[in-house]
């Protein structure tokens, strides 16, 4: 079946710093991976989504996610991190039910 | 563009009780969603709508969950009776087609709190 996961609960970073959220895949056949972020109270909000193609894939605010397929992971990233970025991250990946299936989230503080 | 719709946003009931909610997705989205988000946890499929049709409610608890789509657009999510597990943010998406490619787009949910 397949899954996703997200090694790390909680990320902290400086603000200005770059930062990294980790995620990693497991699938048969082509991946169709996804970042979703969640601000307290509020749904869910499309980042970025990897089909097909280049592997650096640029999404909202300043976010962007590298699909290594050797190493099965998509990870988040931003160049310099913002206090506004602080959030709750999902990574999720289409089933073969093209269901979406989300990883358990990892929460991002960005301290000033 | 307007963005998918629900309400109420909170609710707070007895367990036993029944609640409703309700979803009006984004205007000619084809596919609706309903998710049941634990604490803690990255939301999971109840059910999903490709127009007025059922796709998969594989995960959908059918002795007291049930959904309809009436007409295509919205939806209603009813819990009958609820159980304290069912406290839980249930958010509803939208997307144009149902195709692996296909974005979801999210709206700010229901807080559901079973006492």
């Known amino acids: 079946a397949q899954s996703v996961a997200q090694p790390e609960d909680q990320v902290n970073v400086a603000e200005g710093n770059p930062l990294t959220v980790k995620c990693t895949y497991s699938?048969?056949?082509?991946?169709?991976l996804f970042w979703y972020v969640q601000y307290p109270n509020r749904g869910l909000q499309f980042l970025l989504k990897?089909?097909?193609?280049?592997?650096l894939v640029k999404g909202s605010y300043g976010f962007e996610a590298e699909f290594n397929k050797s190493q099965t992971s998509f990870h988040l990233k931003k160049p310099s991190a913002l206090v506004s970025d602080s959030a709750l991250y999902f990574c999720a990946v289409r089933d073969e039910r093209n269901k979406l299936v989300f990883g358990a989230g990892t929460i991002l503080r960005v301290k000033s | 563009e307007a963005g998918v719709a629900q309400s109420p946003r909170y609710k707070i009931i007895e367990k036993r009780q029944s609640v409703a909610f309700w979803c009006n997705p984004i205007?000619?989205?084809?596919?609706l969603y309903w998710y049941q988000q634990i604490l803690g946890q990255g939301p999971k499929l109840l059910i999903q709508?490709?127009?007025?049709?059922?796709?998969?409610d594989s995960q959908l608890p059918k002795d007291r969950f049930s959904a309809e789509r009436l007409k295509g657009v919205d939806s209603t999510l009813k819990i009958q009776p609820a159980k304290l597990e069912d406290s839980a943010v249930y958010l509803c998406?939208?997307?144009?087609?149902?195709?692996?490619?296909?974005?979801?787009?999210f709206g700010p949910g229901t807080r559901l709190l079973v006492l």
């Open positions: 990897y089909i097909t193609g280049d592997n």
């Open positions: 998406a939208s997307s144009l087609g149902h195709l692996g490619a296909e974005t979801q787009y």
């Open positions: 699938v048969s056949g082509n991946p169709y």
């Open positions: 205007s000619g989205h084809a596919t």
């Open positions: 709508f490709q127009n007025n049709g059922v796709v998969d």
